[in-house]
Antibody, heavy 114, light 110 residues
């Protein structure tokens, strides 16, 4: 069955860019929407944005100026970039298949600290 | 952007029934918001229980059901089990693919 795996640095310095990749295995990235979600420590879930396999995107307005989500169909993966990070961006970051939200990654913890 | 509201906490007795709700600051929640419901236990990734208002995944226990109730999305748990103690989140869709999570409901089975 389809599985998702987030990868990327677990520690990012303030003002730098957070970069994560979600690798899709067991199925094709094509014909689906894919999403990024995060959860700060002890807090609720926050929708970051999503991307269709063709490349069209939609972002959380509160993050839109700093977020870029892209897709690489040849590698069967999609990525998240969040610029100018602060401590408030410290969170567990999840990727998920947006269509019915039926597949989630296990999540990866990203800490913003110098 | 829209604000999605949920009860901060609810308690249900084992075997009892409880309804969690999900409201929108923009007005009544309809099927066009494609409501989702997720269950999250400590240290785990969320698990999707309900999509598109009332549709269940294959892993969704039959005791969970989704609906629209009084202008809100609702998740009803009938016959609560101890393992249902968890945080529950709803998610609504706005203008295309843009989505907003509710703040979550901490459900205690006691």
């Amino acid at each position: 069955q389809v599985q998702l795996q987030e990868s990327g640095p677990g520690l990012v310095k303030p003002s730098e860019t957070l970069s994560l990749t979600c690798s899709v295995s067991g199925g094709s990235i094509s014909s689906y929407y894919w999403t990024w979600i995060r959860q700060p420590p002890g807090k609720g879930l926050e929708w970051i944005g999503n991307i269709y396999y063709s490349g069209s995107t939609d972002y959380n307005p509160s993050l839109k100026s700093r977020v870029t989500i892209s897709v690489d169909t040849s590698k069967n993966q999609f990525s998240l970039k969040l610029s100018s990070v602060t401590a408030a961006d410290t969170a567990v970051y999840y990727c998920a298949r947006d269509s019915r939200m039926d597949v989630w990654g296990k999540g990866t913890t990203v800490t913003v600290s110098s | 952007q829209a604000v999605v509201t949920q009860e901060p906490s609810l308690t249900v007795s084992p075997g009892g029934t409880v309804t969690l709700t999900c409201g929108s600051s923009t007005g009544a929640v309809t099927s066009n918001h494609y409501p989702y419901w997720f269950q999250q236990k400590p240290g785990q990734a969320p698990r999707t229980l309900i999509f598109d208002t009332s549709n269940k995944h294959s892993w969704t226990p039959a005791r969970f059901s989704g609906s629209l109730l009084g202008g809100k999305a609702a998740l009803t748990l009938s016959g609560a089990q101890p393992e249902d103690e968890a945080e529950y989140y709803c998610l609504l869709s706005y203008s295309g693919a843009r989505r907003v999570f509710g703040g979550g409901t901490k459900l205690t089975v006691l």
